[in-house]
């Protein structure tokens, strides 16, 4: 069985190979751009591209939308990657300066959809918590040197994406149990 994940990212792909590859589904990247629609939730932002995608090469795809929330702050949201960009970890930090609410979470949510226009929907966040200060930098200027998981101390910069990715799979666990379901006729 063969599932076909809708991006570049090559941490999703990891991601998705750690878990595919236990259950026996091979994983095929479709590295095609899609126009982002803007919307308020990644579920809407991942169901329409899966199904477009799904449509124009006929096969079952997944497709992960990422969002982040700062609690204190009520943004960035699904509009993650374009605040990023603009604002540096260092305006961040000076933002969060006076916030005793140094807590925020991503959300994940994917959707799964097959030619014949079924789409499945997967959603759950990970718990994250901000550091006051920048121990080491992220050598692409993100966000990533202040950010950590809710259980630990380190920042994301600080340890290999292989020790985390477990936190990040969640949802390719659901498809795979849907699709090993599927198959055997449960």
């Not at 991601?15 to 590859?21: E, G, P, R, T």
């Not at 509009?79 to 933002?95: C, D, P």
Request: proline share 5%; aromatic share 10%; glycine share 4%.
């Amino acid at each position: 069985m063969t599932i076909y994940l809708l991006t570049k990212n090559a941490g999703k792909i990891k991601a998705a190979n750690s878990v595919f590859n236990e259950y026996g589904i091979e994983v095929k990247s479709i590295e095609k751009e899609y126009p982002e629609i803007q919307a308020d939730s990644s579920i809407e932002i991942a169901r329409q591209a899966a199904q477009e995608a799904a449509r124009e090469f006929n096969v079952p795809v997944i497709r992960e939308d990422h969002s982040f929330f700062i609690h204190a702050l009520g943004i960035p949201g699904p509009y993650t990657n374009y605040i990023e960009k603009h604002l540096s970890v260092e305006k961040l930090l000076a933002l969060m300066k006076n916030e005793s609410d140094r807590t925020a979470h991503f959300e994940l949510a994917l959707a799964y959809a097959k030619p014949d226009g079924v789409v499945k929907e997967f959603v759950y966040n990970v718990p994250i918590k901000i550091k006051e200060n920048i121990e080491i930098n992220d050598p692409r200027g993100g966000w990533n040197s202040v950010l950590c998981l809710e259980s630990e101390t380190r920042p994301f910069t600080e340890y290999p994406e292989e020790e985390r990715i477990h936190s990040w799979n969640k949802n390719y666990i659901e498809v795979a149990k849907l699709l090993q379901q599927t198959k055997t006729g449960e």
